[in-house]
């Protein structure tokens, strides 16, 4: 049996450990147009409902206002406006459907 070296174990574990996530800017990441845009239809735990059919896991996301001001999940209300951008490449295609977010910001209020 030949020896393994150390780049041989790392390349073999590494997809069985978490990759650390690549730091982006709030500011360059707001440069970014959102993935989707949306009327809030429920607030749960760490979970947004939007209207448009599809739940987003908010439990790592940055929270911000139009002002880019970090805000709380309270904050966020039924009928609220949201920008999300989400963490994976697209939305898993079950109904409702799936998203991780990075960010979510809210609209002005339109009420």
Not at 9 to 14: A, E, G, K, M, R
Not at 17 to 41: D, H
Not at 55 to 65: G, K, P, T
């Amino acid at each position: 049996m030949l020896p393994l070296t150390k780049k041989a174990w790392i390349s073999f574990f590494s997809p069985y450990f978490p990759q650390k996530k690549k730091q982006v800017s709030l500011e360059s990441l707001v440069k970014e147009k959102a993935n989707l845009s949306s009327e809030v239809c429920n607030v749960e735990d760490h979970w947004l409902l939007l209207c448009n059919n599809i739940y987003v896991d908010i439990r790592e996301a940055s929270l911000f206002d139009e002002n880019l001001r970090a805000i709380e999940i309270d904050q966020i209300k039924e009928g609220d406006i949201v920008d999300v951008w989400i963490e994976e490449s697209e939305v898993i295609r079950t109904y409702p459907a799936l998203a991780t977010a990075r960010m979510v910001r809210t609209k002005s209020d339109l009420h």
